[in-house]
């Protein structure tokens, strides 16, 4: 999608007038619409509404267009966002000892696949510094205990700050993080958790579906809730094992999986197709 795009992203009850409200508006300032996707739940009688426009021509300043939609949105009891493609996501990769997510986005980051910057990297151990530094982008180490947890998350959310980070990536990072640092980037928590959630939750998920014999294992990407993983869904996969597949093998095989389904679900994220609703969310194509 071209630098000057804005995108909206929309939720509001459901009634008539809505995306004739919205593209009227687009259009009565110049706007070029390049992308317009809608989803109704009539069970919850909720629209859900993602549209992007050129603003090559468009007769409003970006710094305008927010205030001038206002109107509209409060007419429809609207909650809504407003985006600019131009504006990439800052990016912070929470890492433990696990390298493979960290390597798969990091690879992708350099081949220009993932269109976002990268200020740092942040682990609870410094296995992963020289995985970190072959890319050129700084390491921070603060190791973590029970005594010092909620000190090294108060050093962790100032670094955060210092470097404007706004969206933070588990990427196989070991620790639960606490309620007040969710608060703090509340939507934008994307964590891997490796198992199809909401089976097989917490810790040694592979040695939980060993356990019980099962047929196929999965991935989960989802945002960061207080409630361990339990938050709103992003992306998942599954592929199928036997019963000849060892832990091991579980192993192996899930780590695939994790890269895709996090490389995904960062993907709709970063390009801002991802609208939570409760829960769950509706993710644009």
């Not at 690879?107 to 530094?133: Q, T, Y």
């Not at 199809?196 to 040695?207: E, N, S, T, W």
Request: charged fraction near 20%; include cysteine; charge should be negative.
């Amino acid at each position: 999608m071209p630098n000057d795009t804005a995108i909206l992203l929309i939720h509001s009850p459901d009634q008539p007038g809505l995306v004739h409200d919205v593209t009227g508006f687009i259009f009565a300032h110049g706007g070029n619409i390049v992308d317009l996707q809608q989803h109704i739940d009539p069970e919850e009688n909720a629209f859900f509404m993602r549209v992007a426009w050129t603003l090559e021509k468009f007769t409003l300043d970006t710094e305008e267009i927010a205030s001038r939609f206002a109107i509209i949105a409060r007419r429809h009891q609207m909650r809504w966002k407003l985006r600019f493609a131009s504006n990439r996501h800052r990016l912070a990769l929470l890492v433990s000892k696990e390298s493979h997510c960290l390597y798969d986005l990091l690879s992708r980051h350099e081949s220009g696949e993932l269109p976002v910057d990268i200020p740092l990297i942040i682990s609870n151990h410094d296995l992963l510094r020289s995985a970190s530094e072959r890319f050129g982008i700084p390491f921070h180490h603060f190791p973590v205990t029970k005594d010092n947890k909620a000190e090294v998350e108060q050093q962790q959310l100032a670094l955060l700050r210092e470097h404007r980070i706004d969206t933070v990536v588990l990427a196989r990072y070991m620790q639960i993080i606490s309620a007040g640092f969710v608060e703090a980037y509340p939507d934008n928590i994307i964590n891997i958790h490796h198992s199809f959630l909401p089976a097989f939750v917490g810790a040694k998920p592979y040695h939980q579906a060993y356990e019980r014999g099962v047929k196929i294992i999965g991935a989960t990407s989802h945002y960061v809730t207080a409630d361990l993983d339990q938050g709103p869904i992003i992306h998942q996969d599954i592929t199928r094992v036997t019963h000849e597949d060892s832990v091991r093998d579980l192993v192996r095989i899930g780590k695939d999986l994790e890269k895709n389904v996090l490389a995904g679900a960062l993907w709709s994220h970063v390009t801002n197709k991802v609208l939570v609703y409760r829960n769950k969310t509706i993710v644009f194509a």
